[in-house]
């Protein structure tokens, strides 16, 4: 099986930064989409940010020009580095990863625990 943890999120004021980790773990044999979603009290799940196995972003609206994704494919990880954070950025983040175990097994989804990030204004 897979098991992703999440770290990072936390309380900070409006302006300021923080960065979320997602490091994966167990049967990997492959990493075929990662993405970064959100989900504040009272609204849907959305999707906040993606990278290609080439490295290729790709980002909400909502966020861009503030939010970096990036991976570290040695170490199974990926981050979401989020800047001039707005009170409107506070959700629950959740990193979402699918990921093949072996070479004739289908992908799956793979979701981490999700971390609390408030924005106060």
């Known amino acids: 099986q897979v098991q992703l943890v999440e770290s990072g999120g936390g309380l900070v004021q409006a302006g300021g930064s923080l960065r979320l980790s997602c490091a994966a773990s167990?049967?990997?044999?492959?990493?075929?989409?990662m993405g970064w979603y959100r989900q504040a009290p009272g609204k849907q799940r959305e999707l906040v940010a993606t990278?290609?196995?080439?490295?290729?972003?790709n980002y909400a609206d909502s966020v861009k020009g503030r939010f970096t994704m990036s991976r570290d494919n040695a170490k199974n990880t990926v981050y979401l580095q989020m800047n001039s954070l707005k009170p409107e950025d506070t959700a629950v983040y959740y990193c979402?990863?699918?990921?093949?175990?072996?070479?004739?097994?289908?992908?799956?989804?793979?979701w981490g625990q999700g971390t609390q990030v408030t924005v106060s204004s």
């Open positions: 167990g049967s990997i044999f492959s990493i075929n989409f």
């Open positions: 990278i290609t196995t080439g490295g290729s972003t």
């Open positions: 979402n990863l699918r990921v093949r175990t072996s070479a004739w097994t289908a992908p799956r989804d793979y």
